[in-house]
């Protein structure tokens, strides 16, 4: 009932930028939480930066200062602008979105992943 849609992963040198957005789509009358998480090879998935309703931030530590998070609630989109980037940075981002449906059920949704490969 809610599909989202990534773009922007690539391959760039370290110290290069990066744009990933993510639109949702679908039976959705509210959004309350839009984030992006990312998950390196043999590791865990973890947070990068989410964004709520209030427009109220949160950064992993390792990306303070260099990646910037921001969304559209017109169009339910999420952008994350990633600066500086290192190869740690390396890894599947993935998009994930929660809100409400259109009969006010709670969900939680997640992108099918975007790579992003930074070269040292």
């Known amino acids: 009932q809610v599909q989202l849609v990534e773009s922007g992963g690539d391959l760039v040198q370290a110290g290069g930028s990066l744009r990933l957005s993510c639109a949702a789509s679908?039976?959705?009358?509210?959004?309350?939480?839009m984030g992006w998480y990312r998950q390196a090879p043999g590791k865990q998935r973890e947070l990068v930066a989410t964004i709520r309703s209030t427009d109220s931030t949160q950064y992993a530590d390792s990306v303070k200062g260099r990646f910037t998070i921001s969304r559209d609630n017109a169009k339910n989109t999420v952008t994350l602008q990633m600066n500086s980037l290192k190869a740690a940075d390396t890894g599947v981002y993935y998009c994930n979105v929660e809100g409400y449906l259109t009969d006010w059920r709670l969900f939680t949704s997640w992108g099918q992943g975007t790579q992003v490969t930074v070269s040292s």
């Open positions: 679908g039976s959705i009358v509210s959004i309350n939480h």
